[in-house]
Every structure is written in C-alpha cells, then in structure tokens.
C-alpha cells in the first residue's frame, strides 16, 4: 500500500529542529543551541512547518535559558546564600526544566504530523 503523503511536501524534515531542541535541553546544551540557530537561519521560505518549528526552538530555549536564569537571580537577590536559596533555585529549575521538556515533545508530535507547533502562535 502506497503512502498517502508525498515525502516532498513542505512537512518534510520538521521533525529536526524539534529533536535538535530536544537535544539541546536533555545532551548536548551549547551545540544543540548552536545547530538549532543555524537550522533556524537557513531553513527556506517554502518549508514552512519546518521553518516553524526551526523558530519556535529557538524562542523557547532563549526564553527557558531567561527564566531559568532570572528566577534563580531574583531568589538568590531575596534570599542570599541560604538553604531556603538553594532548595527554591533547584525546584525552580527542575520544574521549567521539565516544562520545556514537555513542551518540546508536544511540538516533535505535532511536527511528525507535518503540524506547526502550538506556541508560540506569532510563529504561524
């Protein structure tokens, strides 16, 4: 039974920046970034999922490095180097971590279904 997709659709591939992204939290942090931006500035206009989802990874790993970062740099400004830090700084991280993690798998389903990815929508 023959596919029902052509392979040469504008879908085709989206699932990359995703898994690069997904990379770039769970193995390789700077070189998953880095080959993701790249994916990001040379994926082609008529690729639009792809090129969707390639934008949507960079934007959410800047805005997870951002949140990360501030949450753990305004409790470090309120509560010093204390056990009350440290305990709200790993559980802060931790939980955006996984956060983005899921959101990461969510946007590789919805790129295997040759779907743009749900957030952010200013991409689409």
Known sequence: M?????????????YVPVVWYLLNLLALPIIGFVVLLM?????????VVRRAHA??????SILGAILIGSGV???????????NFWTW????????HTSFVLWGMI???QAIGGKPPYFPKSLM
């Open 89 to 96: 700084a790993i559980v802060w991280a931790i939980v955006l």
């Open 55 to 60: 934008k949507a990874g960079v934007y959410m």
């Open 73 to 83: 740099g305004i409790a470090w400004l309120l509560l010093g180097n204390t056990g």
């Open 107 to 109: 946007a590789l389903a």
């Open 39 to 47: 994916i990001s500035m040379n994926a082609r206009p008529e690729q």
């Open 2 to 14: 023959p596919y029902s997709v052509n392979p040469k659709t504008e879908t085709a591939g989206a």
